[in-house]
């Protein structure tokens, strides 16, 4: 279905429960040949819209980690008596978007829809969404870096008090932190995508960090920018067509999505301790040849990186963390950057932490 091309969505919550997924009550109870599924799917993207649902259901009734399975539905071998789109909701941001639902009423699928192994479907879900929280990331820094592009425009042009906006000291101030609050997320975002295929291992971790700090970060960005805008970011028409309000509520949805922020936080707090003690132990250990070369793929962007192999997504860290690793090289790197041999100086430190590269100068274009 997916190599033809067709137009999935994904039912996963549920209207009572939301985060809680291990709470969610739509069973999909094996008959004969067939599972019949019973319950409401909300909220799901282009439920609609979609020739593919696929749904997250209770194969035992005791439910828990091992009590849930996914299956991948055809719209149009469904009985049309047997389930219900659900009213499409009206929101703030993405208004295009088709939201809505599907309610499912002992409804037949084949067992044939069931993806993998019963049983497996809170682990499936739980790689995949490793994937798609990192993705989300391209949201956020795409409304940000439109937001601020349209925040320079008025700011250049602007007259206030005999100059520019762009001239105001705080007004500088603020553009300046912005932009900088641009280039973090967008490094971060880089740097993890490349990492998500060279330590796939780690991204239990890696995606929830992404998921958590670039919303959290940008929307307080772009706060800022309204501010330089005034009065013109609360108009929908007269400036720009609200092509800055457009973002701002756009932006939204990337903090909800896939985990919103709590649920991120809750990641990281499960794996933290783990983390630090792996983290510790790196520390004191010497960089090997294996990670300064996986190191080395990650952050120097002219290396190729290996093809993403999903089946290497684990639902805990259970190995120190790659830049956790990294960090005593980089700080070396950092007191040394020509690279030349001295008591900070490590062989093993990775090419592309260094700094005495052209590529590494950053040049701002006023």
Avoid at 130 to 142: C, E, K, S
Avoid at 194 to 220: C, D, G, H
């Amino acid at each position: 279905m997916v190599k033809n091309g067709a137009r999935i969505s994904w039912g996963f919550s549920e209207r009572e429960y939301g985060s809680d997924v291990l709470a969610n009550q739509m069973t999909a109870v094996k008959k004969g040949d067939d599972y019949l599924l019973n319950g409401e799917k909300w909220l799901i993207g282009n439920a609609g819209r979609s020739e593919v649902f696929t749904i997250f259901a209770r194969t035992k009734k005791r439910g828990g980690p091992g009590g849930f399975s996914i299956f991948a539905v055809e719209k149009k071998d469904l009985p049309r008596d047997r389930f219900t789109l659900l009213q499409r909701e009206k929101v703030v941001g993405l208004r295009a978007m088709d939201l809505s639902g599907v309610r499912f009423d002992q409804c037949p699928v084949p067992a044939s829809a069931l993806v993998g192994i019963e049983g497996h479907g809170l682990e499936y879900a739980l790689k995949a969404t490793q994937v798609v929280r990192t993705m989300i990331g391209n949201i956020v820094v795409g409304c940000s870096d439109t937001a601020l592009r349209v925040t320079l425009t008025f700011a250049r042009n602007r007259q206030l008090f005999n100059e520019t906006v762009d001239q105001i000291p705080y007004s500088q101030r603020q553009l300046v932190e912005c932009f900088s609050d641009l280039l973090v997320s967008d490094i971060m975002l880089i740097c993890a995508t490349r990492a998500l295929q060279v330590s796939t291992n780690q991204f239990s971790v890696w995606s929830s960090v992404i998921k958590y700090f670039m919303p959290t970060m940008l929307e307080k960005s772009i706060c800022q920018m309204a501010v330089v805008l005034g009065a013109r970011y609360f108009l929908r028409e007269t400036f720009m067509f609200g092509v800055f309000q457009k973002m701002m509520r756009d932006m939204g949805v990337s903090s909800l999505a896939d985990g919103n922020t709590v649920v991120n936080l809750k990641s990281i707090s499960l794996q933290l301790e783990g983390l630090l003690e792996k983290g510790v132990a790196a520390q004191s250990a010497s960089l090997d040849t294996e990670m300064a070369e996986r190191l080395s793929t990650i952050f120097d962007l002219d290396r190729c990186v290996p093809s993403l192999d999903t089946e290497k997504l684990e639902l805990i860290a259970e190995v120190a963390m790659t830049s956790s690793k990294g960090l005593r090289a980089a700080s070396q790197d950092i007191a040394n950057p020509q690279g030349a041999s001295g008591p900070n100086s490590s062989s093993n430190t990775p090419s592309a932490f260094r700094t005495n590269s052209p590529s590494s100068t950053l040049h701002i274009k006023a």
